[in-house]
C-alpha cells in the first residue's frame, strides 16, 4: 500500500524501529528530529494491526495538544486511511458541533481530539460504547504536555480510557527533543505495559548560522528586513509582546508579513501558515506556536531574534529549516554581545545533544480540585470514601493520600463549592457560581481561561485575545494585536469580551496588552552552558573577526576565576556604591528563589536577579560578601515548611481551580510546582559556593589586560 499509494520506496530507520516496537506490544516512545517520520512511525504498524483485527468503533485516539496541529495532521492521517477504507474524524472546539460525533455504528477508526475535547467527549452520552474497543493512544508533542496541568489531565484521560476499553491500552508518544527520554516513558507508560523508547538522532547534516548583533531597534528592522527578503522566512521571537512591536515596526517594509502566535484568532494563523504554500516570499513573525509540528512546507531561512530560552525550543526551530537536503539556515538577530554569548551557548548544547529535562509537576492540587467537580457533578450525588478511592487510583495522584483528599474536601464544603448530606456530596452554590455557567464546560479544562478576554468588533468579528488585567483599565488606549492597532469602546466583564474598533489614530507606539506569562527565563542547561564558556575563555563555535570581538567583549565584563561550576560571590562597585554579586548560573527561576532567601536571612537589604547572577545590596560596609555566601551555605538546613514562609505567594489566578484550594495546599503546589524547591535544593547541595577576590583587587578581565 505504501508503495503503491505514497510512492515510498522503504521505511526511514525511526519507522522500521517503531514497527517492531509497537507490534510487540510495548508502550513506545518515539523521538525523531522535526520532519523526521514520527508521526508515519507510529501510524503504519498501528494501521497494520486494526486493518488484520477488523476491529469496530474507534481503535485509535490521536492526542493532540493544538487544535491547529489536529487540522493539519488530518490529511495527512486520511492519506493513509482513504486506500484501505479506514475512517478518520477530528473532534475539537473549533469544529462545527454539527459536524462533531458520527451515527450509531459508523465509529471512525481514528479519532483525533484534544485533552479538553476528549473530556467533554467522556461525558456525554450516546459514544462511549464506541470507546470500548480502543486500542490505541498515539500522544503527538508530548513534550508539550508533561510538565503542565495539562499533561496531569492527559495521564488521568489515558487511566480512563484503559477502564473504558476494559484494558490497558498501548501509549504511543511522539516528541522531537526530550532531555531524559527513560524518564518520560515511564512517566508516559506508568508501568502497565513493557516499554521501549525508539530513539533516532538527527543525521549529521550542514547547519549555517549567521549572527547580526545591532543595538538601535531602527537599525535591527532594516537588518531583519534584508534577511528576510523574497525568502520564505520564519521569525522567531520570545513573547507576544515583542512579535507585535516587530510587526508594527516592519509593516510596510517586508512584504507578505504575517503573525502568529496564542493570541491571535484561528483564521489569521491559518492565513499566515497557508501562506508559505505559495510560490511566494513570506515572512511570518511567530512565537512557540509553530515551534510544533505545523507543516508549513519548506523555508529557507530561521531568524531567531535574541537568544531563545531552551534548547529544546532551539532544536525544534531550526528543525524547521534545513530540508530536502539543503542545509538548515538560521540567522541571529542581536541586540547586544551579551546575546552572543548566551546564543553561542545555546548551540553548544546542541552540538552536544545537552536538552533540558522535563519535570512532571509534583503537587497538582489544582487538578484534583478539578476532578472531583467532575466527579460529583457526573454522579450528583457520591459518598466522600468512594470519590478518594477512585480518585486515588489515577496514576497522576499515586503520591497523595486519602488524608490529602479529605482534607480539600472539607475545604469545599466548607467553602460552599460543595454541599454535604452526611457522607453524600453534591455541587454547591459557589461551584454554581463560579463554574455553573455553559452547563458547567469550565470544568473540563484546566487551561486557566481567566486571564483573557475575547477581543470582538461591533460586527462580531473576533481579532484575538487581550489580557485581562489591561482590558479592564479605565483606559487601555491604542494596541497592537494581530499586526493591526485597535481601540476598546466596551469591556464586558461578565462574558470576558472586549468590543475593539480599529485604531491608528493615536500617533504613538501601541501599548503592550499582555501583563502576565511573558517573563522570560533561560533553562539551566544553557546557564551552565554560558558558565563554561565564560571558564573556558570562548566558545567552540567558528566565529568571525567582528563576533569574536562581540563575545571577548561578553566576557571581559564578568571576573576571572569563575569556573565551569559553582556559585561565586564577590564585592563590586555598583551604579549605588558597594554591593555583592553572586555569579549563580542556573537560571532566573533559580536565581529568584535564591534572592528572597538571601534577603529572608540577612535582613534588610536589597536582592535583583537575572539568569546568571545575585545581585545583594546594602549587606554590610565590611565583611558583605562572607555574610551572603554564608547565608547561601545556610540555605539547604533550613527545613521546607520555614522556606515556605519565606518565599511569597503568586497569585492563585495563574491556577485554574487554585481559588478553591485550602491555603497550605495551594502553598505546598507553589513551593514544589512553581519554585521547584526540591530542585533548586538539590542543585544548591551539591554546587560549592565560592568567594571570591573584590573588584577593587583587579579581578575583572579587562582590568587584567587580558
Known amino acids: 500500500m505504501l508503495a503503491e499509494r505514497l510512492g515510498w520506496c522503504e521505511l526511514r530507520e525511526v519507522q522500521e524501529q517503531a514497527y517492531t516496537a509497537i507490534r510487540g506490544g510495548n508502550d513506545v516512545l518515539i523521538i525523531a528530529p522535526t520532519a523526521g517520520g514520527k508521526s508515519e512511525a507510529a501510524l503504519i504498524p498501528v494501521l497494520d494491526d486494526i486493518l488484520k483485527s477488523g476491529t469496530k468503533g474507534v481503535a485509535c485516539l490521536y492526542l493532540s495538544p493544538l487544535k491547529a496541529l489536529i487540522n493539519d495532521q488530518e490529511e495527512r492521517i486520511a492519506a493513509f486511511c482513504r486506500p484501505t477504507g479506514l475512517s478518520v474524524t477530528k473532534w475539537h472546539g473549533d469544529v462545527p458541533k454539527g459536524e462533531r460525533g458520527w451515527n450509531v455504528d459508523e465509529a471512525p477508526q481514528f479519532l483525533l481530539i484534544t485533552p479538553e475535547s476528549l473530556e467533554v467527549l467522556l461525558h456525554e452520552k450516546g459514544h462511549g460504547a464506541d470507546l470500548a474497543n480502543l486500542r490505541y493512544v498515539i500522544v503527538d508533542e508530548l513534550h508539550a504536555f508533561v510538565e503542565s496541568e495539562r499533561?496531569?489531565?492527559?495521564?488521568?484521560?489515558?487511566?480512563?480510557?484503559?477502564?473504558?476499553?476494559?484494558?490497558?491500552?498501548?501509549r504511543i508518544g511522539l516528541s522531537a527533543t526530550v532531555g531524559n527520554p527513560d524518564e518520560i516513558l515511564a512517566w508516559l507508560s506508568g508501568g502497565r505495559h513493557p516499554r521501549r523508547l525508539v530513539a533516532v538522532p538527527a543525521p549529521a547534516t550542514a547547519k549555517k548560522f549567521r549572527f547580526v548583533i545591532e543595538s538601535d531597534p531602527t537599525r535591527r528592522i532594516d537588518a531583519l528586513s534584508g534577511l528576510v527578503a523574497g525568502e520564505k522566512a520564519l521569525v522567531f521571537v520570545n513573547s507576544?509582546?515583542?512579535?507585535?512591536a516587530i510587526v508594527q515596526e516592519a509593516s510596510g517594509r517586508i512584504k507578505n508579513l504575517h503573525i502568529h502566535h496564542s493570541s491571535v484568532p484561528p483564521a489569521k494563523k491559518k492565513a499566515a501558515e497557508e501562506a508559505f504554500h505559495s510560490g511566494e516570499g513570506a515572512c511570518i513573525i511567530c512565537t512557540s506556536t509553530l515551534e510544533l509540528g505545523i507543516d508549513i512546507g519548506d523555508l529557507d531561512i530561521v531568524v531567531q531574534v535574541g537568544p531563545p530560552d531552551s534548547v529544546s525550543s532551539f532544536l525544534q526551530r531550526m528543525g524547521r529549516s534545513g530540508r530536502r537536503e539543503q542545509a538548515a539556515f538560521v540567522a541571529w538577530l542581536l541586540s547586544n554581545p551579551a546575546e552572543l554569548l548566551t546564543s553561542c551557548a545555546v548551540i553548544e548544547c546542541a552540538m552536544e545533544k545537552k536538552v533540558e529535562p522535563l519535570l512532571p509537576l509534583e503537587k497538582p492540587y489544582n487538578v484534583l480540585v478539578q476532578q472531583i467537580f467532575l466527579?460529583?457533578?457526573?454522579?450528583?450525588?457520591?459518598?466522600?470514601?468512594?470519590?478518594a478511592?477512585?480518585?486515588?487510583?489515577?496514576?497522576?495522584?499515586?503520591?497523595?493520600s486519602a488524608g490529602d483528599v479529605d482534607r480539600i474536601l472539607d475545604h469545599l464544603v466548607s467553602a460552599g463549592y460543595l454541599a454535604a448530606d452526611g457522607e453524600m456530596l453534591m455541587p454547591g452554590a459557589e461551584a454554581e457560581r463560579v463554574f455553573g455557567r455553559s452547563n458547567y464546560r469550565e470544568l473540563y479544562s484546566v487551561i486557566s481561561g481567566g486571564n483573557e478576554y475575547r477581543a470582538v468588533t461591533p460586527d462580531g468579528e473576533v481579532v484575538g485575545s487581550l489580557d485581562a488585567q489591561f482590558a479592564n483599565r479605565s483606559d487601555p488606549g491604542e494596541f497592537a494585536l494581530g499586526g493591526a492597532t485597535w481601540s476598546v469602546v466596551k469591556c464586558d466583564e461578565s462574558h470576558n469580551l472586549v468590543v475593539v474598533v480599529p485604531g491608528g489614530n493615536g500617533g504613538g507606539t501601541s501599548r503592550v496588552f499582555w501583563t502576565m506569562g511573558e517573563e522570560a527565563a533561560l533553562s539551566p542547561v544553557i546557564c551552565g552552558a554560558v558558565q563554561r564558556i565564560v571558564a573556558r575563555g570562548g566558545t567552540v563555535l567558528p566565529l568571525g573577526e567582528g563576533e569574536m570581538e562581540a563575545l571577548n567583549a561578553a566576557l571581559y565584563t564578568l571576573p576571572t576565576g569563575i569556573g565551569g561550576q559553582g556559585i561565586f560571590v564577590r564585592e563590586e562597585r555598583g551604579n549605588s556604591g558597594k554591593e555583592v554579586v553572586v555569579y549563580s548560573f542556573y537560571g532566573s527561576r533559580f536565581n529568584r528563589v535564591l534572592a528572597y532567601l538571601i534577603k529572608s536571612l540577612l535582613g534588610r537589604v536589597q536582592v535583583r536577579y537575572d539568569d546568571y547572577r545575585v545581585r545583594v545590596m546594602r549587606a554590610g560596609k565590611t565583611g558583605a560578601a562572607v555574610k551572603v555566601a554564608e547565608a547561601i551555605r545556610d540555605i539547604p538546613a533550613i527545613p521546607a515548611e520555614e522556606i515556605a514562609g519565606l518565599l511569597p505567594l503568586p497569585s492563585f489566578q495563574s491556577w485554574k481551580f487554585a481559588a478553591a484550594l485550602p491555603a497550605l495546599d495551594f502553598q505546598a503546589m507553589v513551593l514544589a510546582d512553581y519554585y521547584h524547591i526540591g530542585e533548586f535544593t538539590k542543585t544548591l547541595v551539591q554546587v560549592p559556593v565560592i568567594l571570591m577576590p573584590d573588584a577593587e583587587s583587579g579581578a575583572t578581565k579587562a582590568d587584567a589586560g587580558e
Open 240 to 244: 507576544r509582546s515583542m512579535a507585535e
Open 151 to 170: 499533561g496531569v489531565h492527559v495521564k488521568i484521560l489515558l487511566d480512563r480510557l484503559d477502564r473504558i476499553a476494559r484494558a490497558p491500552l498501548q
Open 389 to 400: 478511592r477512585d480518585l486515588l487510583t489515577f496514576s497522576a495522584f499515586a503520591h497523595l
Open 375 to 387: 466527579y460529583v457533578l457526573s454522579a450528583s450525588r457520591a459518598g466522600r470514601s468512594t470519590i
